[in-house]
């Protein structure tokens, strides 16, 4: 069975004694009821994996003791899903779950023209990355950004490989054909997709139009098929 897994910023090797942040330590001590001596892994959410066991019971400031250290070393390939926000922040939500499970490295949630909604709530948003990233025995936490215009992101986007999926009537190659870099940027439009000015935009700029199947998707649905592809390919 796997050992409680904790998400902890700061813990790090330099000392064996290390106290848990107040939200760890109660889940530790008054949920799980673990007792001295029971072993628990943390992860910074930057590659540091460590496996630790409680020395002092306490539902506010529990303190372990660091027993082994493992470094996880960056995914290989580094997949940016740039995707608008939505006016049913639970299919935003939804997403970003989904594609920490999957291993998307860089989230940037866009302003576009046909964005209808653009309330972003940062804290919540980070904390169903590292929920997700707990669930799925993960080590490195995906960049959540603040949300961006679209004008702003195509004109400043440094990736190597740059695609942006659309559902204007115009040639387009399937993302399922494509062989993928390993550092990669797929811009997701809103509901009702990009306008017209934004797409031409992003080919002025280098991006390539991508479709994601035969069918219309929902802009949560596209970001998850076009996570898998990128990740798969």
Same mark, same amino acid.
């Given at each position: %069975?796997?050992?409680?897994?904790f998400?902890?910023?700061s813990? +790090?090797?330099?000392?064996?004694?290390?106290?848990?942040?107040?939200?760890?330590?109660?889940? @530790?001590?008054?949920v799980l /009821?673990?007792?001295?001596g029971?072993?628990?892994?943390?992860?910074?959410?930057?590659g540091?994996?460590?496996?630790?066991?409680v020395?002092? $019971?306490?539902? /506010?400031? @529990?303190?372990v003791?660091? $027993?082994?250290?493992?470094?996880?070393?960056?995914?290989e390939?580094?997949t940016?899903?740039?995707?608008?926000?939505?006016?049913?922040? *639970? /299919?935003?939500?939804w997403f970003?779950?989904?594609?920490?499970?999957?291993?998307?490295?860089e989230?940037?949630?866009?302003i576009?023209a046909?964005?209808?909604h653009?309330?972003?709530r940062?804290? /919540? %948003? #980070? #904390?169903?990355?590292v929920?997700? %990233?707990?669930q799925?025995?993960q *080590?490195?936490?995906?960049?959540?950004?603040?949300?961006?215009?679209?004008?702003s992101?195509? *004109?400043?986007?440094?990736?190597?490989?740059?695609?942006?999926?659309?559902? $204007?009537?115009?040639?387009?190659?399937s993302?399922?054909?494509?062989?993928?870099a390993?550092?990669?940027?797929?811009?997701? !439009?809103?509901?009702?997709?990009?306008?017209s #000015? $934004?797409?031409?935009?992003?080919l002025?700029?280098?991006?390539?139009?991508?479709?994601? !199947?035969?069918?219309?998707?929902?802009?949560?649905?596209? !970001?998850?098929? !076009?996570?898998?592809?990128? +990740?798969?390919?």
């Amino acid at each position: %069975m796997s050992l409680p897994y904790f998400f902890e910023p700061s813990v +790090a090797f330099t000392s064996k004694h290390f106290q848990l942040s107040e939200e760890t330590s109660k889940h @530790c001590i008054q949920v799980l /009821r673990m007792k001295s001596g029971e072993q628990l892994e943390l992860t910074n959410g930057k590659g540091g994996l460590y496996t630790a066991h409680v020395a002092e $019971e306490d539902k /506010r400031h @529990c303190t372990v003791i660091l $027993e082994k250290e493992s470094i996880i070393h960056p995914p290989e390939k580094k997949t940016s899903i740039a995707i608008s926000l939505l006016k049913n922040a *639970s /299919r935003f939500e939804w997403f970003l779950e989904k594609a920490t499970e999957i291993g998307v490295t860089e989230i940037i949630p866009l302003i576009c023209a046909r964005t209808e909604h653009t309330r972003f709530r940062f804290d /919540r %948003m #980070q #904390q169903i990355l590292v929920s997700a %990233m707990l669930q799925s025995q993960q *080590s490195w936490l995906p960049v959540l950004h603040e949300p961006v215009k679209i004008a702003s992101l195509i *004109s400043n986007a440094t990736q190597i490989q740059k695609l942006i999926a659309h559902c $204007e009537e115009n040639q387009k190659t399937s993302l399922a054909d494509i062989k993928t870099a390993n550092n990669s940027l797929l811009l997701i !439009g809103p509901e009702g997709d990009f306008t017209s #000015q $934004e797409i031409i935009l992003a080919l002025e700029k280098g991006f390539a139009p991508v479709s994601l !199947g035969n069918t219309r998707l929902r802009t949560e649905t596209a !970001g998850i098929v !076009g996570a898998t592809l990128l +990740a798969i390919s």
